[in-house]
């Protein structure tokens, strides 16, 4: 039972254009998510993050948003850089989890000269 | 510099072979995780750790086990029981193991049964 869905696979956009990176939840006691980024055959780094209480964070290029009513959230980069070809984890935790996080599958981003 | 490391980046194992991963941290932190990533999945937790000599299952745990006798240490054993070991296997620490934890992955063993 998936309870963190990133239902698309891969995105591809154009250079400078906004990537929109979607996220459903199914656990309504989630608490704090979370945005990672990864590049083939390293790590993720964290990217981005947002409390239950917010609905909205914003650092440089990149803002979340959440939607608690929908249980969705999103990833906004804009403008778009070729370096932002990557793929993308939502992550979510909360009391049920013991505070461990819960991973989506990724989406892998493509950013087009 | 501060960070996770992870050795080695690509291991080898014939079938019926245990096999310890390493992994090491000078961040400090006291919580350590170990995932396992397969191909178009999210990460999946084996097991974390939230203070030295002290570890949890995750949801994945069977076929492996850790220890925790150093704070800086985290190392994890892929054992012959394990039935699918071919997998990415990400290491990761955080301050703490409660809200908010932002985790620090280290670069990755790929782990291929021969």
């Known amino acids: 039972d998936q309870q963190v869905k990133q239902n698309s696979p891969s995105l591809s956009v154009q250079e400078g254009r906004i990537s929109i990176l979607n996220c459903d939840y199914t656990?309504?006691?989630?608490?704090?998510f979370l945005w990672y980024k990864k590049y083939p055959a390293e790590g993720p780094t964290f990217l981005i993050s947002?409390?239950?209480i917010k609905d909205k964070n914003e650092d440089g290029r990149f803002t979340v948003f959440l939607n608690k009513s929908a249980k969705h959230l999103s990833l906004h980069i804009v403008p778009s850089q070729p370096g932002d070809s990557a793929v993308y984890f939502c992550?979510?935790?909360?009391?049920?989890?013991?505070?461990?996080?819960?991973w989506g599958a990724g989406t892998k981003l493509i950013i087009k000269p | 510099d501060g960070g996770i490391t992870q050795s080695p980046k690509y291991l080898f194992r014939k079938e019926g072979q245990n096999v310890t991963l390493s992994c090491e941290q000078n961040?400090?932190?006291?919580?350590m995780y170990w995932y396992r990533q397969d191909p178009g999945q999210g990460l999946r937790l084996i097991y974390y750790?939230?203070?030295?000599?002290?570890?949890q299952k995750g949801d994945i745990a069977e076929g492996y086990s850790v220890s925790r006798e150093k704070k800086e240490s985290f190392p994890l054993t892929v054992t012959s029981a394990q039935k699918n070991p071919t997998a990415f296997y990400l290491c990761?620490?955080?301050?703490?193991?409660?809200?908010?934890?932002?985790?620090?992955f280290g670069p990755g063993t790929r782990l291929t049964v021969l």
């Open positions: 656990n309504s006691m989630f608490d704090y």
């Open positions: 961040l400090n932190h006291d919580a």
């Open positions: 750790s939230q203070i030295v000599n002290d570890f």
């Open positions: 990761a620490s955080s301050l703490a193991g409660g809200f908010s934890n932002e985790q620090f």
């Open positions: 947002i409390s239950s």
């Open positions: 992550a979510a935790n909360g009391m049920d989890s013991n505070y461990q996080l819960i």
